[in-house]
Antibody, heavy 117, light 108 residues
């Protein structure tokens, strides 16, 4: 079964850091581009970051540029999002999503990040 | 970055047809994909490309596009179709992706 499972969310103080992980199974992880997408409480979906299959090409939304770092370990079938200098507005459910030829076809269930003092 | 605009809310009578639209300049160059999200659940891809449905998505869901507008049509809406629907496409301004603000579909 094709599956993505996120972990690493939690409660963190403003200015703090968290590292999210996304474990992939059921497909050849190294062949796929991957994304992080977030959803603030009661709000819509917001694309956060993209990484190519090899990890050589990376993009970030302006809202997280300079604070978040996306990475992957194809040997471990894992995607990561290092989040630093967290702000209240980063509070959201974070989803990892597999990209396939112009669309996001597989999504994890998400992990919740709450930034609050 | 580019923007995709969706109506915040749409309603449809049970068994009737409803169209959900998505407007944006990037849609002149790229196809939209559509995602269904029910409360407390992750988004699910329902339409991609010109008009393609992933395995398991009922054929009452279809997609179309004209100019800067993409549409998701549900023909014969069912109670289980009540959900939020999001469009997305490549972002023509440099970032890989842009999402619409979402449309809450109510089935009456």
């Amino acid at each position: 079964e094709v599956q993505l499972v996120e972990s690493g969310g939690g409660l963190v103080q403003p200015g703090g850091s968290l590292r999210l992980s996304c474990a992939a199974s059921g497909f050849t992880f190294s062949s796929y581009e991957m994304n992080w997408v977030r959803q603030a409480p009661g709000k819509g979906l917001e694309w956060v970051s993209y990484i190519s299959s090899s990890g050589s090409t990376i993009y970030y939304a302006d809202s997280v540029k300079g604070r978040f770092t996306i990475s992957r370990d194809n040997a471990k079938n894992s995607l990561y999002l290092q989040m630093n200098s967290l702000r209240a507005e980063d509070t959201a459910v974070y989803y990892c999503a597999r990209e396939s030829a112009g669309y996001m076809d597989v999504w994890g269930k998400g992990t919740t990040v709450t930034v609050s003092s | 970055s580019s923007e995709l605009t969706q109506d915040p809310a749409v309603s449809v009578a049970l068994g009737q047809t409803v169209r959900i639209t998505c407007q944006g300049d990037s849609l002149r160059s790229y196809y939209a994909s559509w995602y269904q999200q029910k409360p407390g659940q992750a988004p699910v891809l329902v339409i991609y490309g010109k008009n393609n449905r992933p395995s398991g998505i009922p054929d009452r869901f279809s997609g179309s596009s004209s100019g800067n507008t993409a549409s998701l049509t549900i023909t014969g809406a069912q109670a289980e179709d009540e959900a939020d629907y999001y469009c997305n496409s490549r972002d023509s301004s440099g970032n890989p992706w842009v999402f619409g603000g979402g449309t809450k579909l109510t089935v009456l």
